[in-house]
T-cell receptor, first 113, second 111 residues
Framework: ETGVTQTPRHLVMGMTNKKSLKCEQHLGHNAMYWYKQSAKKPLELMFVYNFKEQTENNSVPSRFSPECPNSSHLFLHLHTLQPEDSALYLC????????????FGPGTRLTVT | GQNIDQPTEMTATEGAIVQINCTYQTSGFNGLFWYQQHAGEAPTFLSYNVLDGLEEKGRFSSFLSRSKGYSYLLLKELQMKDSASYLCAVRDRQAGTALIFGKGTTLSVSS
């Protein structure tokens, strides 16, 4: 596979469930990102990892917990979410955090019931 | 703080030229990006401007004026497949490495 992949592509979960989103990049990049895209709103940066180390947390609630075991993989662990957390969650990567292009994955469409 | 404005929707016909404007306010401008996003798909990179002027890439061109806080994306010889959302994003030194995105402009191309 090439580029940035995300699984699952669609997820429906209840407010008491625990689930995880997975992102994998096959580009040899060192920086990875989680974004949230809600209807009628701009893309919002959630977390930034550089060489597996978290460098930014954009005031994200603790019910979202990121994990970056290596430069190629990024997870977003979800627990006790709210209906307003329903959105498209996009993973992206770039060569470096000061790099130009960010390459996005196809996203996970999350619905919280 | 940061603020990015772009029109919500635009329409155009095949073969035409369309210009999508983006205005921004940042404390420490450090580059402007344009992305294309088809419905249900990931955003894909189109262009990057950090210095004033026009960057041309095939049918797409992007212009930047840092003094005016203004950019535009110019699409020539429009095709139906150009129907998509176009996202303007700014990197601001005050915001770390983050890209600050506008809400996007949905372009509809008709025959």
């Amino acid at each position: 596979e090439t580029g940035v992949t995300q699984t699952p592509r669609h997820l429906v979960m209840g407010m008491t469930n625990k689930k995880s989103l997975k992102c994998e990049q096959h580009l040899g990049h060192n920086a990875m990102y989680w974004y949230k895209q809600s209807a009628k709103k701009p893309l919002e940066l959630m977390f930034v990892y550089n060489f597996k180390e978290q460098t930014e947390n954009n005031s994200v609630p603790s019910r979202f917990s990121p994990e970056c075991p290596n430069s190629s993989h990024l997870f977003l662990h979800l627990h006790t979410l709210q209906p307003e957390d329903s959105a498209l969650y996009l993973c992206a990567s770039s060569q470096a955090i000061t790099g130009t292009e960010q390459y996005f994955g196809p996203g996970t469409r999350l619905t919280v019931t | 703080g940061q603020n990015i404005d772009q029109p919500t929707e635009m329409t155009a016909t095949e073969g035409a030229i369309v210009q999508i404007n983006c205005t921004y306010q940042t404390s420490g401008f450090n580059g402007l990006f344009w992305y294309q996003q088809h419905a249900g798909e990931a955003p894909t990179f189109l262009s990057y401007n950090v210095l004033d002027g026009l960057e041309e890439k095939g049918r797409f061109s992007s212009f930047l004026s840092r003094s005016k806080g203004y950019s535009y994306l110019l699409l020539k010889e429009l095709q139906m497949k150009d129907s998509a959302s176009y996202l303007c994003a700014v990197r601001d030194r005050q915001a770390g490495t983050a890209l600050i995105f506008g809400k996007g402009t949905t372009l509809s191309v008709s025959s």
